[in-house]
């Protein structure tokens, strides 16, 4: 169990950039795989990026190379640097685990909303 608490959405212009960030609770951080997951008006949550503990990151085709998964152990925070923003990357974002089984607890998450 890890609480988690998302930040720094906000208002964006196509083009344009955030970076967000996800502080995390718990003694087992430092093992578990970090996601950042997106759900967007009428559309399933899906996972856009992924980080493990040893730093391998994968990513959604539709995020791979605007986007960038990071993580600071010390300070038991994940990032998402989001680049080249588009309209369809609108949605709440949050982070939590990187899990194959389902997931049942989710924390508020940031909303990121891009429009000129």
């Known amino acids: 169990q890890v609480q988690l608490v998302e930040s720094g959405g906000g208002l964006v212009q196509p083009g344009g950039s955030l970076r967000l960030s996800c502080v995390a609770s718990?003694?087992?951080?430092?093992?578990?795989?970090m996601g950042w997951y997106r759900q967007a008006p009428g559309k399933q949550r899906e996972l856009v990026a992924a980080i493990h503990s040893g730093g391998t990151t994968n990513y959604a085709d539709s995020v791979k190379g605007r986007f960038t998964i990071s993580r600071d152990n010390a300070k038991n925070t994940v990032y998402l640097q989001m680049n080249s923003l588009k309209p369809e990357d609108t949605a709440v974002y949050y982070c939590n685990r990187a899990l194959r089984a389902p997931i049942t607890s989710w924390g508020q998450g940031t909303q990121v909303t891009v429009s000129s």
């Open positions: 718990g003694s087992s951080f430092t093992i578990y795989a």
